[in-house]
């Protein structure tokens, strides 16, 4: 109970900071709680029960257990037993896992799309199709040069 006392002064002194994790996580697609779940962990950087991060942050328990399985998938976090229950972690170089996906979305997503429409408009369109066609490549190809800036740097 004492570490809960300790975790809730902790999170209301650097509020701004959750608040900032929690938007930029937000943008990975995450819904608002799981992205507060894991703006709260990384802030708390110790081991955390569902129990105690469901008193720190609101959520119900089974919605947490949803964001937990959804951050062990993306490899955001790992869990631990303790006792009966498993505690979660956060990863501690998410930035490592955060761009294999952007490669991973570059490389099975992007890339093998791009193809496939070029190989589309060669094969000969009508006007109009040939028309939308090339307005979503050009969307992609600028999508994929972003993400191979951004898993470059």
């Known amino acids: 109970m004492r570490e809960l006392s300790r975790y809730r002064?902790?999170?209301?002194e650097l509020?701004?900071?959750?608040?900032?994790?929690?938007?930029?996580?937000?943008?990975?697609?995450?819904?608002?709680?799981?992205s507060h779940a894991l703006a709260v962990m990384y802030v708390i950087r110790e081991?955390?029960?569902?129990?105690?991060l469901s008193q720190l942050t609101g959520y119900a328990k089974t919605t947490l257990f949803t964001c937990m399985s959804t951050f062990e998938r993306?490899?955001?976090?790992s869990k631990k037993r303790v006792g009966r229950k498993y505690a979660y972690i956060p990863a501690s170089?998410?930035?490592k896992v955060i761009l294999s996906r952007f490669r991973e979305v570059l490389e099975r997503g992007v890339r093998p799309l791009i193809k496939s429409l070029e190989e589309l408009i060669e094969s000969g369109l009508k006007k109009d199709e040939?028309?939308?066609?090339?307005?979503?490549?050009?969307?992609?190809?600028?999508?994929?040069e972003v993400l191979i800036k951004v898993v470059s740097e």
């Open 15 to 34: 509020e701004p900071v959750v608040e900032g994790l929690k938007r930029l996580i937000t943008l990975l697609g995450l819904p608002d709680s799981c």
């Open 74 to 77: 993306l490899g955001l976090v």
């Open 93 to 95: 170089k998410p930035s």
């Open 130 to 144: 040939e028309t939308r066609v090339r307005e979503i490549l050009e969307n992609l190809t600028e999508i994929k």
């Open 9 to 12: 002064r902790v999170l209301e």
């Open 47 to 52: 081991p955390l029960v569902i129990d105690n």
